[in-house]
């Protein structure tokens, strides 16, 4: 079963970083990928950027391409999204989200479409605040 475990939340001042981290487990096959979402209170989860693991492609949405980056250790069976430029304005509760089968990973990743077929780690809250 698969599992993911997000970390690396808590308070930073506006202008700061964090590194997020989604610990991965259960996976069968190194055929998945992993996106990082971000939603605030009422909203829709919005997708930051996709890492696909069969060939390391990065994906990232315009909105946030200037500011985050995935990356990933295979050997830890982590994924990281490194986070630059916060601010109060950012969503506070970040997800990462795993699919592991071709037409998931094509939505997910290179057109960041919604897929049904996620499995959503518990999320980590990142608080922005001076």
């Known amino acids: 079963q698969v599992q993911l475990v997000e970390s690396g939340g808590g308070l930073v001042q506006p202008g700061g970083s964090l590194r997020l981290s989604c610990a991965t487990s259960g996976f069968t096959l190194d055929y998945f990928a992993i996106a990082w979402f971000r939603q605030a209170p009422g909203k829709e989860r919005e997708e930051l950027s996709c890492?696909?693991?069969?060939?390391?492609?990065?994906y990232y949405a315009d909105s946030v391409k200037n500011r985050v980056a995935i990356s990933r250790d295979k050997a830890k069976d982590v994924v990281y999204l490194q986070m630059n430029t916060l601010n109060p304005a950012d969503p506070p509760v970040y997800y990462c989200g795993a699919v592991h089968d071709a037409l998931s990973i094509l939505r997910m990743c290179a057109e960041f479409r919604a897929v049904d077929t996620i499995t959503w780690g518990k999320g980590t809250l990142v608080a922005v605040s001076s």
């Open positions: 890492i696909d693991n069969n060939n390391g492609e990065t």
